[in-house]
């Protein structure tokens, strides 16, 4: 395990995570620069812009807290880069997990440990990781114009179509999700039921305060309070049962 995360962590993969992050970062300087630009271009107030400026760095740290937590999650198995790398630029939390998840039980890995990763896994579970979420950019830049014609010309139609799609892909991910909990309790493993039961209700509980004026700030952290809820009642559940021991 020490030798993979040695490799996992070594300088060359935090070199090419940094490359490429870094152009991210610069990309996202420029539409930032060109923005402004623009705005003031067409008569837009300074201090507002400065006031929206300030605001969006400010409310963009909360956001970024479920990131850490994925790159967090991923490390000890995965070494810290390639979680850098994925969570920086085009991947998110949930679908990073599951994706690296499947394939290493595809490449035949009882789970994602560090302890049982191998050369031939690690890259597997990066192409999945990569591969698998490519198609999105793809999209955007091949036929995003196109499919936003004729989305416009639906929903100027019956505007309801927009909410029942985006609304049927959300439920299909999710129960994505939840039929992998179930899977787990074939072979008596109630770990993944307790995270998914636990973590939903701390998020319904989360959302309801959310209504409530004084409590509109939990909005922003809601997914992460309850991720960060989720990860120790697994830990709970396994001192519980004896897992933690038994380990």
Known sequence: MTDFL??????VMYLIAGIVIIFVMLMAAVFLFKAYREGVRIGMDKKKLNKVLSSSVVFSVVPS?????????????????????????????HYEVMAADMAAKATGMQELAASAMTGESFVTIAFVMTIGIIWGG?????????YQKKMSGVSQKDNRWGTIMFNAMFVGMVCAFIGAGFAGVTTGDFTSLVVIAVSAVFMWLFSLLARREHFKWLDSFSLSLSM??????????????????GA
């Open 138 to 146: 793809l999209f955007c830049i091949i036929g995003l114009k196109r």
């Open 65 to 93: 807290i479920g990131i850490l937590i994925g790159v967090i999650t991923l490390a000890g198995s995965l070494g810290i880069p390639l979680p850098w790398l994925r969570l920086s630029v085009i991947g998110a939390l």
């Open 228 to 245: 960060i809820i989720g990860m120790a009642s697994a830990i709970g559940y396994a001192y519980i049962t004896g897992g933690i021991a």
């Open 6 to 11: 040695t490799k996992a962590n070594s300088g």
